[in-house]
């Protein structure tokens, strides 16, 4: 029994920021970042959240699969930017779409939460526990971002992309491969609310996203690469075999340096981050939406997926479409 991606959907909000929108409230320009991280526009949060462009990616997913609520089982959340601490953002998609059955739970392993998600999604339909799930990258990074911060901010987008998978006879994912290194986490952090309890004096103010650009980049050009080599190969196959290879879309630099290191074309790499910028734990699953929208995935191939980011985590995985 394989787990099997059975429907994709996407919702990005309706404001579209271009890199010279940005120029003119900060010291940027065009050509510094499209040259150095391929993005050109994002699109950037005012009435969505990151609930609302959860439920309407799902309600796609759903109809794209050709599945009804009542039939959910499982809905899980990739998300570092949930609206609220409690409920769960799954919880929110759950009443919204109206999945009474489903058990709903968040996630955070940031740009690589959609990939964790699958994982466990896979780890439920394979010991029988559950058969269809909804799971969803969400992320309104915008509200998290120090808009002061260019050397950050610039990189980022807000969106969800969702994924109906399914218990099959048949197709679906053949290997993963996830990994964890907490001692390099502070390279890219965000601090979440401090506390204020009556003990504390001067409570801390509010922080943002930091990144160590440089070495998240040193740490994305190793670690991806060796990631989907051991993949490939558990799914006993080669490099050569493999159709499309649908990366977290964080930049550019990153996606060729990766395609140079596992010797294969750039034109076997899609891309969505230079309309959307990097939207964390939603870009693998828009990104694959996008391809499944274009006529991309056809039956039988075979897609290498990969996440990476915040944590430090990665997940990689190789599915049979
Ligand atoms: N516009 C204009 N100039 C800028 C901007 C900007 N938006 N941001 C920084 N600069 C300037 C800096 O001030 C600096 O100027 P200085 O030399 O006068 O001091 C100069 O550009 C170089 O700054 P660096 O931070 O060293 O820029 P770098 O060449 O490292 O590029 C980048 C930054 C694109 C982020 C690079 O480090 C990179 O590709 N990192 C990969 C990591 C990444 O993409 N992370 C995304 C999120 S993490 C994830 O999803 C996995």
């Known amino acids: 029994m394989k787990t099997r991606i059975i429907g994709t959907g996407s919702c990005l909000p309706a404001n579209v920021v271009t890199n010279d929108d940005l120029s003119q409230i900060m010291d940027t320009s065009d050509e510094w970042i499209s040259s150095r991280t391929g993005i050109r526009k994002r699109h950037l949060a005012k009435d969505e959240t990151t609930a609302s462009m959860s439920i309407e990616a799902a309600r796609r997913a759903m109809e794209n699969a050709g ?3 009542e039939e959910i089982d ?26 009474e059955r489903a058990v709903a739970f968040d996630i955070n392993a940031a740009c690589s939460g959609f990939m964790f998600a699958l994982h466990i999604a896979n780890a439920y339909l394979q010991c029988g526990t559950y058969q269809t799930a909804l799971i ?4 309104t990074l915008s509200k998290i971002m120090d808009w002061s911060d260019r050397s950050t901010c610039v990189l ?23 990994g964890s290194d907490g001692v390099k986490g502070r390279v890219l952090s965000g601090v979440n609310r401090t506390n204020n309890n009556p003990l504390i004096q001067t409570p801390k103010e509010l922080q943002y996203i930091h990144m160590d650009g440089q070495e998240v980049y040193k740490f994305a050009v190793t670690m ?8 490939i190969e558990e799914a006993g196959l080669g490099v050569e075999d493999i159709d499309y290879f649908a990366l977290h879309q964080a930049n550019i630099r990153i996606i060729q340096s990766v395609a140079k290191r596992l010797k294969v074309a750039e034109d076997k790499f ?27 995935l056809k039956p039988g191939m075979k897609i290498a997926l990969s996440g990476f980011g915040g944590g430090l985590t990665w997940a990689s995985a190789v599915l049979e479409w």
């Open 67 to 69: 599945v009804t609520a």
């Open 156 to 178: 980022f987008g807000d969106g969800a992309g969702a994924a109906v998978v399914r218990a099959d006879e048949k197709a679906g994912f053949l290997a993963f491969d996830l």
């Open 74 to 99: 499982l809905i899980i959340v990739g998300t570092v930017s949930a609206d609220y601490i409690t409920p769960a953002c799954s919880c929110e998609v759950q009443a919204a779409i109206g999945a």
């Open 136 to 139: 969803i990258g969400a992320e």
């Open 224 to 231: 991806v690469p060796a990631s989907l080599h051991k993949v």
């Open 270 to 296: 899609p891309i969505s981050l230079d309309h959307c910028g990097n939207i964390s734990a939603a870009s693998v699953p828009i990104l694959l939406d996008e391809m499944n929208q274009r006529g991309l």
